[in-house]
């Protein structure tokens, strides 16, 4: 890691972990790329519900994402409360599971990494979601990808902001 400092470390997460949380962290690891931070920041997604444990992301989440040049990294995972310790960052895609992370905080130093993904976007009204593309058409995974370039370009500048990334 530069100059020995150690990572940011950032986990996105929504319900299943196939489709928004992989495509957040697909297009954040994508613009860490292209602003040489890889190895600064580092990311990774879970899913408050077990349901795709295992599983690739989505082919829709997949196919939208490779359309754009990024392929999106990762199999399925829940999140687990020993995740609060490892990770300084938690994005939450909507407030049904940023409210179910709060109840999995159990200090307040947990609660202090907890955050709705899209607060970071400083075009977004606070409180705003990544709506869920599962039971939709293709245009939401469409939406998704728009969706979290925008909050994932906000939340590097807040990471630049608050720590010394250079
Ligand atoms: P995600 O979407 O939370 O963005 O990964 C979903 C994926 C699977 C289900 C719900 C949402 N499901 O009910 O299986």
Do not use: W
């Not at 928004?20 to 040489?36: C, M």
């Not at 990774?44 to 359309?67: I, K, M, Q």
């Not at 907890?114 to 245009?139: I, Q």
């Amino acid at each position: 890691m530069a100059r020995g400092v150690p990572p940011i470390r950032v986990c996105f997460v929504c319900l299943g972990n196939i489709c928004r949380s992989p495509t957040a962290e697909g297009v954040f690891l994508n613009l860490l790329d292209s602003e040489q931070l890889e190895d600064r920041v580092v990311a990774d997604s879970a899913g408050t519900a077990g349901y795709h444990v295992g599983e690739r992301p989505d082919t829709r989440s997949l196919a939208a994402a490779r359309a754009r040049g990024f392929t999106l990294p990762g199999v399925g995972r829940q999140f687990q409360a020993s995740d609060f310790e490892r990770f300084d960052y938690v994005l939450a895609m909507d407030r049904s599971n940023l409210s179910l992370l709060e109840r999995m905080a159990s200090t307040d130093a947990h609660r202090a990494k907890l955050h709705l993904f899209r607060n970071f976007d400083p075009a977004s009204t606070p409180g705003s979601e990544v709506p869920d593309p599962y039971y939709g058409g293709e245009d939401g995974f469409e939406r998704v990808l728009d969706i979290c370039a925008a909050a994932a370009r906000g939340l590097l500048a807040h990471l630049r902001k608050t720590h010394d990334l250079g």
